[in-house]
């Protein structure tokens, strides 16, 4: 599994990205996804994540209802859909996977054995 993010940049408050991450493996199906962020001087959290089937997504409570994560299994990739962004959205975002993952553990970034190299978002107030 290799996991390339894309997508981040420098975006206005209230405004939209969407981050991608693609699969290079041939496994994606069988990985619950997710995303985390970290920003400067801060742990990284949970963003979002979702079922093996897209079925079942999950977010954290400071991005409920602005993000939208999903996953097209056809095309091995991983989305976030980010609207109405904030300046204390600015963060580098991984996308993360493992085929191991149950509910109760999706919230926790040591739950995840794959990592993506992380994509850089910033909003400007």
């Known amino acids: 599994v290799q996991l390339q993010a894309s997508g981040g940049g420098l975006v206005q408050a209230g405004g939209s990205l969407r981050l991608s991450c693609v699969d290079s493996g041939l496994t994606f199906s069988r990985y619950v996804m997710g995303w985390f962020r970290q920003a400067p001087g801060k742990e990284r959290e949970f963003v979002a994540g979702i079922s093996r089937s897209g079925n079942s997504q999950y977010y954290a409570d400071s991005v409920k209802g602005r993000f939208t994560i999903s996953r097209d299994n056809a095309k091995n990739t991983l989305y976030l859909q980010m609207n109405s962004l904030k300046p204390e959205d600015t963060a580098v975002y991984y996308c993360?996977?493992?085929?191991?993952?149950?509910?109760?553990?999706?919230?926790?970034?040591?739950?995840?054995?794959?990592w993506g190299q992380g994509t850089q978002v910033t909003v400007s107030s």
């Open positions: 993360v996977g493992d085929p191991t993952v149950i509910t109760s553990s999706m919230r926790m970034s040591s739950a995840y054995h794959y």
